[in-house]
């Protein structure tokens, strides 16, 4: 009777633990892409919804997409671009004009519809 581990046994070990993390891995990755997309989009509807209040406590207009800087106001990541097909309007009152956007982030392409007088963000994947 033996009473250690061969090396052999040890090569087999590890190379059964090499193929599982082999395999598992890319879904792990996948799968933490996804909550940092998820959370930044998060944070990007409540910056959205928070406009109206915003707006009435500047005491000022704002208007995201006809050229305005307004929209690099919006919490994104770096790599995310939006692009507005119908502008954003949110009056000095704190109300919100219906709008449309494309955002584009490395995963997926959302169409984002901005519901007035509100700031509602609804999103449709594409």
């Known amino acids: 009777m033996s009473k250690g581990v ?8 590890l190379a059964v633990t090499a193929m599982v993390v082999g395999v598992t ?16 989009l998060a944070v ?4 959205i919804a928070s406009l109206p209040w915003l707006a009435r406590n500047a005491g ?6 006809e050229r305005s ?3 690099e106001r919006l919490p994104m ?6 692009s507005w097909t119908r502008p954003l309007h949110v009056n000095r009152r704190g109300m919100c004009s219906d ?14 519809t901005i519901a007035g007088p509100y700031c509602e963000t609804i999103d449709n994947a594409r």
């Open 6 to 13: 061969t090396l052999l046994e040890m090569l087999v070990v």
């Open 25 to 40: 891995a890319p879904a792990v990755v996948s799968m933490l892409d996804a909550r940092r997309e998820a959370a930044a």
């Open 44 to 47: 990007m509807r409540d910056h």
């Open 60 to 65: 000022k207009s704002m208007v995201f997409g």
């Open 69 to 71: 800087e307004a929209s």
């Open 77 to 82: 990541p770096e790599d995310w671009t939006i």
């Open 99 to 112: 709008a449309k956007a494309m955002l584009q982030t490395p995963r997926r392409t959302l169409e984002l």
